[in-house]
């Protein structure tokens, strides 16, 4: 088969289809990988796959997202958010279409695999008239995000004859069942395994140095999105706890970090490396941070925004499983995320709920399963649909 994966705008978003991607490609399968941002091709041939540039180089983000260069104000209420987000995605992926058709042209995929918010893919696929997979990235409902896309992509839609996004032909989930949603819908369950890019490691990346252990990361996008403060104010909280404390970040961001709180160990680590090492990650919700602390069975702090529906949605619902402590940002202050470490590392309970979480991820069908479903579904595809 020849797969394309629409891949998404962040390096998490990249990294969580390197486990299929792999699987299909060790299957013997083509996979070529895409983004709607330029700046994510070094992300996806660091990651090891070849990447198809379908985006403006000088046309950066903000100026598909307001041709005018007025950003729109952000809505007060979370959920509204959720859905103005929807509609800069879907902007984002519709001016990829042509440069997808273009290289659908020249490569005739057999099918197109995107991932929740890369709404670029169910349209190519649609034009194309081959299947399409759609792939969880967290344990997030995209409901609300999707209606957003729905209305921005209206004549895009239309001009297929459609009136809502199309629906996949497979919904790869990668919740553990125990967090699924009830009116959750039908799925083909994978296994998470983290896709993260790698380094050459030092001793401390994966050894502990104390008799506890606490990380703290905030993303990929630090310096990207200036939370370097942020991080740091966080980061200056978690000192006050009784443990070594690690923040994984890019090695700019690591330099400054380290200038301005001391006795911290900082540098860019794997996240699949450091998270197996720690007691307690704390971090600000981030979908692929949370699904690789839980494979490993770590317990987590959680810091949404409030502001963010996404995020707070799915706090609450791990933090209902007793393997999570949510704290909003105004929260979290020293005392209060000292208290919240110390009672993770004492209180056995917390650790035995993220070790249930992480037996629930190990039991599901791997990614070389999952491929082999993807070959049915080309393979059984009507004929008047393939490209």
């Not at 070849?50 to 209420?77: F, N, R």
């Not at 099918?111 to 997030?140: E, K, M, S």
């Not at 380094?199 to 630090?222: F, K, Q, S």
Request: proline share 9%; net charge negative.
């Amino acid at each position: 088969m020849k797969v394309i994966v629409c891949a998404g705008p962040s390096p998490s978003t990249v990294f969580s289809h390197v486990p299929l991607g792999a699987a299909l490609r060790d299957a013997g399968h083509q996979v070529m990988m895409t983004s709607c941002l330029e700046e994510m091709v070094p992300t996806i041939v660091g990651v090891g796959f070849p990447a198809v540039p379908i985006t403006d180089p000088d046309l950066p983000a903000e100026k598909i997202i307001s041709p005018d260069g007025k950003m729109p104000q952000i809505p007060d209420v979370p959920i509204e958010r959720e859905r103005l987000t929807g509609r800069w995605y879907a902007r984002l992926e519709a001016v990829t279409l042509d440069a997808l058709l273009a290289f659908a042209e020249d490569w005739r995929p057999d099918v197109v695999v995107g991932g929740v918010n890369a709404y670029a893919a169910p349209l190519l696929a649609t034009r194309l008239g081959v299947p399409y997979v759609r792939h969880a990235w967290d344990i997030n409902d995209a409901s609300e995000m999707d209606r957003g896309a729905t209305e921005e992509l209206g004549e895009r839609l239309a001009e297929l004859g459609l009136d809502g996004l199309p629906e996949p032909d497979m919904m790869i989930e990668i919740t553990p069942p125990s967090l699924l949603l009830p009116d959750a819908a039908p799925a083909q369950m994978m296994r998470w395994i983290p896709g993260n890019s790698q380094c050459r490691l030092e001793p401390w990346m994966y050894t502990r140095g104390a008799d506890a252990r606490v990380g703290v990361t905030i993303g990929t996008g630090v310096m990207r999105h200036n939370e370097l403060d942020f991080l740091q104010q966080i980061v200056e909280n978690v000192t006050a706890v009784d443990a070594e404390v690690v923040v994984p970040v890019q090695n700019e961001a690591a330099t400054l970090l380290s200038e301005r709180v001391s006795g911290i160990r900082t540098g860019w680590i794997p996240l699949d490396i450091l998270a197996p090492t720690c007691d307690v990650l704390v971090h600000q919700t981030g979908g692929s941070t949370m699904m690789t602390a839980l494979s490993f069975g770590v317990p987590q702090i959680l810091i949404p925004d409030p502001g963010m529906w996404r995020q707070t949605e799915m706090a609450n619902r791990l933090a209902a499983t007793g393997a999570a402590i949510v704290l909003t940002p105004e929260e979290a202050t020293s005392d209060a995320i000292a208290k919240s470490c110390q009672e993770m590392i004492s209180n056995p309970s917390y650790a035995a709920a993220a070790a249930e979480l992480a037996r629930e991820i190990a039991a599901l069908p791997l990614p070389s399963e999952v491929a082999r479903h993807i070959e049915r579904l080309v393979r059984d595809a009507p004929r008047g649909r393939r490209a």
